[in-house]
């Protein structure tokens, strides 16, 4: 039986998509392997949205080269690679494959192809793909992403995706609730909603807010979670159904991308500063304990030094509980790289250094503050240090927990007994499990 290494970056659908890949291929006879020296196929599925997470690629490609034996494939799939395309192939010399997030119905053909010695690649749209009788393998566990929406139709001046996922299309609802409940069968009582605009997911009948009371309706499921929603489609509908959903946690990320209208405007993002925050006590008002978490890019062609203060004064304005950070990277065939002004490097890396300290003394103010607070923790895994357990509570705070590894997958009631700043230590109060 020929064995395969998926190796991912990026973000969470593209940890879907290896699941799905895994899936793909095991229905055609691979197993998987988890050691890149002992794979007969070494797949490394990527992200484009930042030069520097391709840079890291290609040095990773390097090294996998030395585990290739004859006959052996490498491949490249994923964002960087549909990017890229047949390029690839000229571009890192032992690369045999490279396939786009559309055409991964055609990988184990191609795989073969590349075994028998073909340098092959498959990047083509299609725009109605959502993998739907493809089982994904996920590691068993209580927390499972589900991908609801491919593709992107918004059109962020900065921004790759929507040229390496092709458009927007949604899955149907009932297709959703039919793998929600089969993970629920399977011990899973959390999952996370995956699309690049999560929330205007639509199938043509249903919208994100029936998505979200479908999904939350589901025995055995005690957790909902999204990412990443669009500011501007925070209908008062999805708002409600959030309310009226209990499953639903109180943490949404919101990618806001700048605190001023003027450089909004030429992301074109589709809001102000001030409907953002509208968009914010809205949730909040809805969502008694929500925590809110961004992401956010200095350095944004034209970004003048009070523009940047002005994204400085909405971390606290907004009071968002995290924020991941990130340098502009100018990305070639989007409209970004027309404008003028660019940021000097050294301007943008001064900017994200300060955004990352305010960032930082605003989480630690919050989480200094919760101490003390009992929280529902769902134990999700053995964390890395100390025998202990990393556990999760419905606001996304990381607690560490003494519980032995045959606690994964229970809640407790916990009090947080203290933090670095960032994630927790915490302490079970009550000693069942079936709390709710
Ligand atoms: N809608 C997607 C966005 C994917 S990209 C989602 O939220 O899942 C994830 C984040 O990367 C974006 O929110 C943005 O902050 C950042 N990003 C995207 N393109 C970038 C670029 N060219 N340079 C720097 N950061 C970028
Ligand atoms: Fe990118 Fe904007 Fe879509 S950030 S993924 S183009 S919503």
Redesign the pocket.
Known sequence: MKRVYIETYG?Q?NVADSELMFGLLGGAGYARADDPAEADVMLVNTCA??DNAEQRVIGRMGELQRHKRPGDVLGVVGCMAQRLGPALLERVPRVDLVVGPDAYRNLADLIGLAGAGRRVSDTSFRDWEHYEDVPPVREPGPTAFVTVQRG?D?R?T????PYTRGAERSRRLADVVREVAELAASGTSEVTLLG??VNSYHDGTHDFADLLRAVGAVGGIRRVRF??P?PTEFTLRVVEAMEATAAVCEHV?L?V?SGSDAVLRRMLRRYTRRAYLEVVARLRAAIPGVTLST???VGFPGETEAQFEETLSLIAEADFDDA?T??????EG?P?VRLHDHVPDGVAAERLDRLIEVVRANARRKNAGRVGQVHEVLVERPARRGGLMLGRTRTNHLVLLDLPPSAAGEYHRCRLTGTTGSTFTGAVVTPTLAVL
């Open positions: 973000c659908m949205v930042r992107c918004y962020c900065f921004c790759i995706v690049q605009t990412t990443s669009y990320h990618p991308q992401d956010i890019i991941y990130f340098k502009y990277s100018a990305r989007t970004a």
